[in-house]
């Protein structure tokens, strides 16, 4: 079993595929600076076109090399010596590398967990080879060891995808979770229990790495044969030509059924990256099951949700209960607090020290609001004796309203049945420049529990979790129809799939997916989704979607008229009858006329009848130039041995100014203005700052603030600045 604590991260850019060639060529992991991928002109060689390039230029140090889902290599490439580079006939384009890593939330210990299987099913996904792409796999589990038949470690370069074991600063569980979901066939059963899984180590210690080792393992995968492969990774850079994308992309047209987490950025549209953005991959969402949930409410006010925070004692107050500002927790007295809630808004203190004045003056319980928009996500840090949750913003401050009137206020504690929905943290699309609804389905991912390392189990919650499950149901799918291409299990999914009323197509795609009605479909389209893009006033696109009958029985179809609104028109097929095996060509037509209502985004379901059961397909468009956002992607890296901080963002039209500044995470005080700059250009922005001051060692925030034209924007990172977590 490898110990791979020993391990210095390499924070850098996009993305490419690996298979190691005979030249001099350093570990995946090792400690060269600024690798970039060097995309081959179509007409050369890959490898002649390696060698061509390292003779003309000694200094460039080859990394990967890739032919079957990417055509190119990685290397270490001097800065200066790029834009000539760019001038020679052997090279294509060159792409600059992202970092990734995996985030690990755990579920609230209150929640109810949820077992990944859906029940008995006929098919268990016998003989159908899935591979997890991830950061390895503890193989010796009592409940993963049965079906795991092998992969590669493309960080170390060898046979051996274990997990990364010791230093709890370094060790990793989120492949070992993944892959529980997906073949789990022990004491916790998987949704594909008798798959055989393979897994590709391409996030090394820490759940770090970089593009180019998940496009070596994407690569490795497809070479090795897999039928499904998983990726619950991905960056924060929205756009559909990325290498990540075009490698996936490319895996699907040889075959292999990819599947990819959307990203857990959401709520705000645009929010979701590559690899999520391919085009011809499975892009998941996540949602939650039905589910008990906890409120409070002013009399007979709105009921406000509050958010158990694990750790804590359980809220479960059956009376009404006086409740009292506390500011922000810095200075509370037990002659106000003594039996009563307590609610504290986040800032100038850290949420343990709250809790703990909170306590030593006698509170019955705490309740933390957020100090921005969204939902806050608290860990204390401890083991409180009195019951500790967060609410929104919005919430707290209704709260802080009522109680200005200086009269005693009271809360009602309640317990809810609430509905399915989509994850607060589950990454919205479109995709950026083409319209690409995304994802393409929804999937359980909250309170998700699975295997961790060490023969444990543990709930965890993300599009990390709902990838693995549709994962699972297209092994199902694969077992059932041992012929159908990737493009028809898609179909299949999407066609079967439940939308939630409440949610746009770019949000959730065609749905809920439904593993039992998905193996039995018997029709499938292609596209599954409709894309019209950007629409004029008087204007008329057409879509062309393929209907294949795969039944042994003649079927009947008619589309339904959308509901009529004014200045749109629809042009659909009219009824018509498929024979068994037969396909229909069609087409779908989408007509504007005088819409003085221009919308930024349009999207909708369109109605399709099979028998007179229903099939639903997304559609979007827009009406104007939709507003883009002018900053993704943006990380933050400390590297303590040289006091530097690399920060990079992705810029899809560049801006007019960055400015970097730090604050420290918990209370959002103001440290420091590390960085300005003017002018910058379009693509990935990266700059190293060295750091003049000494901080002392603790969690921090960057706050990036752009502006482009007359739009602004800030987006936020956390960073550790120190020499260990404490």
């Not at 529990?449 to 709930?459: M, R």
């Not at 006329?593 to 349009?602: C, H, P, S, T």
Request: proline residues 6%; charged residues 25%.
């Amino acid at each position: 079993m490898k110990y791979r604590s020993n391990y210095r991260f390499l924070v850098i850019g996009f993305f490419a595929t690996i298979l190691v060639f005979p030249i001099a060529v350093p570990a995946v992991g090792s400690d060269s600076d600024n690798p970039v991928i060097i995309e081959v002109n179509e007409e050369l060689p890959v490898e002649e076109a390696i060698q061509s390039l390292t003779r003309k230029y000694p200094s460039i140090i080859p990394r990967c090399q890739y032919s079957a889902v990417f055509r190119g290599f990685s290397a270490v490439v001097p800065p200066a010596l790029i834009r000539e580079l760019e001038q020679e006939e052997e090279v294509w384009s060159i792409h600059k590398t992202e970092s990734l890593q995996t985030t690990i939330q755990k579920a609230p210990a209150s929640s109810t967990r949820l077992k990944p299987s859906f029940g008995t099913q006929k098919f268990t996904g016998k003989g159908v080879k899935v591979g997890v792409i991830d950061t390895g796999v503890d193989y010796t589990h009592p409940d993963l060891k049965k079906n795991y038949k092998g992969g590669y470690d493309v960080v170390d370069e060898d046979d051996d995808p274990m997990e990364t074991m010791g230093s709890p600063k370094w060790a990793t569980i989120h492949g070992t979770h993944v892959s529980g979901i997906i073949a789990g066939n022990g004491r916790m059963k998987g949704v594909a229990p008798n798959s055989d899984l393979y897994v590709y180590r391409a996030l090394g210690p820490g759940g770090r790495g970089t593009t180019d080792q998940v496009i070596a393992a994407i690569e490795r995968a497809v070479k090795d044969g897999m039928d499904i492969i998983n990726l619950s990774l991905g960056d924060t850079v929205n756009g559909p030509d990325l290498p990540t994308s075009v490698a996936l992309d490319e895996a699907v047209k040889k075959g292999v059924t990819a599947v990819v987490a959307n990203g857990n950025d959401g709520p705000g549209v645009w929010t979701i990256g590559s690899p999520g953005t391919s085009g011809r991959a499975i892009s998941v969402g996540a949602s939650s099951e039905a589910a008990r949930t906890q409120t409070i409410s002013l009399g007979a006010g709105k009921d406000m949700k509050i958010s158990p925070v694990a750790g804590a004692a359980p809220w479960e107050f059956s009376h009404s209960m006086r409740i009292v500002n506390g500011g922000n927790g810095a200075n509370l007295s037990k002659e106000q607090l003594d039996g009563k809630l307590v609610l504290v808004q986040r800032g100038e203190i850290t949420f343990k020290e709250k809790v703990k004045r909170a306590i030593r003056s006698r509170a019955a319980g705490v309740l933390i609001f957020n100090n921005e928009i969204g939902e806050l996500s608290a860990s204390i840090g401890m083991t409180s004796e009195i019951p500790v949750a967060t609410m929104t913003k919005k919430d707290g401050e209704r709260i802080l309203q009522v109680l200005k009137s200086g009269k005693p206020v009271a809360v009602q504690m309640k317990e809810h049945m609430e509905e399915r929905k989509l994850a607060s943290f589950s990454s919205r699309g479109p995709v950026i420049d083409n319209l690409g609804i995304k994802p393409d389905v929804i999937a359980p991912g909250v309170q998700i529990d699975s295997t961790v390392p060490g023969g444990k189990y543990l709930a965890l919650q993300g599009t990390s979790m709902a990838a693995p499950f549709v994962a699972g149901v297209c092994a199902l799918m694969k077992e059932a129809h041992p012929d159908w291409t990737p493009q028809e299990i898609k179909s299949a999914l999407m066609t079967t799939a439940s939308p939630l009323k409440q949610y746009h197509t770019f949000e959730q795609g065609a749905g809920r997916v439904n593993p039992q009605k998905a193996v039995k479909e018997e029709t499938l389209l292609s596209p599954s989704s409709l894309t019209f893009g950007l629409m004029e006033n008087g204007s008329s696109v057409k879509k062309t979607i393929i209907i294949h009958n795969k039944s042994k029985r003649k079927k009947r179809y008619a589309f339904s008229i959308p509901p009529k609104e004014r200045f749109i028109s629809w042009r659909l097929p009219r009824m018509f009858s498929l024979g068994p095996g037969e396909k229909k060509v069609t087409d779908i037509t989408l007509e504007l006329n005088d819409w003085m209502d221009k919308v930024a985004l349009k999207d909708g379901y369109l109605k399709m009848y099979e028998d007179g059961e229903e099939i639903q397909i997304p559609y979007l468009f827009a009406m104007k130039e939709p507003n883009y956002p002018i900053g993704r992607g943006l990380e933050a890296e400390y590297a303590k041995d040289t006091k530097v901080i690399e920060v990079n963002i992705y810029l899809p039209f560049g801006a007019d100014e960055v400015e970097y500044s730090l604050y420290e995470y918990d209370s959002l005080l103001f440290v420091d203005q590390i960085g300005v700059y003017k002018g910058v250009k379009k693509g990935l922005f990266k700059r190293k700052i060295k750091i003049a001051k000494d901080y002392p060692s603790n969690f921090y925030e960057i706050v990036t603030k752009l502006k482009k034209d007359d739009k602004e924007l800030v987006i936020k990172v956390p960073i550790y600045i120190g020499d260990k977590v404490q």
